[in-house]
């Protein structure tokens, strides 16, 4: 069975910090999802990773992939108080059926 | 832009009734997914449909059933509710075309069973 570990699960971090979510999976995929959610809302596609080595940034948001280690990670820098909210990981398994990591909820605080 | 739309965004019924959360999606995507988000557990597919009158059992399918009769409207039902049933409902749809299966979530519904 496949497993998506996140952590932290929790994450309070003083604006203009920076800080990593870890992503860990169990088994091989190359295709790797991240996705935020804002209280009371639903989820946000932010990145696709499809291989190897891939590198995504969008604003203070980076994301890569690491395939040969089974995992991922997203880099938050310099963060404002608008990146706080749940953010989730999800790995591709066959037929685009997703398993989600349990969410990493941040809250960035002045 | 891609557009998910449920039908109801609360929804709160008695044990033992029967429950429909409608689902329906306008960019002729040919899969659709419903799950649950419970705290803590992440986000568990329920059951996921390829294409009209097509269904497939996802991680905890029991206590659902789904009706897929038109390419954009997935239905759950839940046949009879009970109290551990309460919890956010998702559903999401996606395309095989371009070779990016992102998936689209729709608002959600919270469904409460009393």
Known sequence: ELKVEQNPLFLSMQEGKNYTIYCNYSTTSDRLYWYRQDPGKSLESLFVLLSNGAVKQEGRLMASLDTKARLSTLHITAAVHDLSATYFCAVERTGNQFYFGTGTSLTVIP | ?114
């Open chain 2, 1 to 114: 832009d891609v557009k998910v739309t449920q039908s109801s965004r609360y929804l709160v019924k008695r044990t033992g009734e029967k429950v429909f959360l409608e689902c329906v999606q306008d960019m002729d995507h040919e899969n659709m997914f419903w799950y649950r988000q419970d705290p803590g557990l992440g986000l568990r597919l329920i059951y996921f449909s390829y294409d009209v009158k097509m269904k497939e059992k996802g991680d905890i399918p029991e206590g659902y059933s789904v009706s897929r009769e038109k390419k954009e409207r997935f239905s759950l039902i839940l046949e009879s509710a009970s109290t551990n049933q309460t919890s956010m409902y998702l559903c999401a749809s996606s395309s095989l075309a371009g070779g990016l299966d992102t998936q689209y979530f729709g608002p959600g519904t919270r469904l409460t069973v009393l």
